[in-house]
């Protein structure tokens, strides 16, 4: 059973701040990695997704991987409190295709 | 606008009673989901379909039931035998079984 890790915050990070979210996985053999973003009482919205090791930077997200220690994160620099939700990975590919997630970060970024 | 809806946003019905969950996509996906989530929980897969007239179960699909009879709809059926069916029920779509999926606006259901 391919496992997804998280820790469920919450992360409270002050405004302009850079916010480190944390994912790792079980399946050495995972080759896609999502992060979405979900805000209270909404559907989650896909934000980056990384496939090869190091770091994908997409405005003020930066995704970075490292397949040899089943670690990816998701950097947000210059935090905004329109930031706060709970963020979710996801990992597929390994044992199946299936799309597994992890139980979300809750963030909070304080004005 | 390509995208996924599901009606009805909000759905109220009494114990007991089936209830069917919409689910449409035109981006000509291949792969559509059920997921619940609970207050406080992460995603939960209920059914997946890879391709039209296919479907699996997830990790809780007891209580459940889904059909895939086109490519853009997937509904989903909340029958009487779920003992616990209030939450708020998310469908999504892959072009194909492992790509990042993409999710409806939700349906949040509650049952008395």
């Known amino acids: 059973q391919k496992e997804v890790e998280q820790n469920s915050g919450p992360l409270s990070v002050p405004e302009g701040a850079i916010a480190s979210l944390n994912c790792t996985y079980s399946d050495r053999g995972s080759q896609s990695f999502f992060w979405y973003r979900q805000y209270s009482g909404k559907s989650p919205e896909l934000i980056m997704s990384i496939y090869s090791n190091g770091d994908k930077e997409d405005g003020r997200f930066t995704a970075q991987l490292n397949k040899a220690s089943q670690y990816v994160s998701l950097l947000i620099r210059d935090s905004q409190p329109s930031d706060s939700a709970t963020y979710l990975c996801a990992v597929s590919g390994g044992s199946n295709y299936k799309l597994t997630f992890g139980k979300g970060t809750l963030l909070t970024v304080n004005p | ?112």
């Open chain 2, 1 to 112: 606008d390509g995208g996924i809806t599901q009606s009805p946003k909000y759905l109220f019905r009494k114990e007991g009673q089936n209830v069917t969950l919409s689910c449409e996509q035109n981006l000509n996906h291949d792969a559509m989901y059920w997921y619940r989530q609970d207050p406080g929980q992460g995603l939960r897969l209920i059914y997946y379909s890879q391709i039209v007239n296919d479907f699996q179960k997830g990790d809780i699909a007891e209580g459940y039931s889904v059909s895939r009879e086109k490519k853009e709809s997937f509904p989903l059926t909340v029958t009487s035998a779920q003992k616990n069916p209030t939450a708020f029920y998310l469908c999504a779509s892959s072009i194909f079984e492992g790509y990042e999926q993409y999710f409806g606006p939700g349906t949040r259901l509650t049952v008395t």
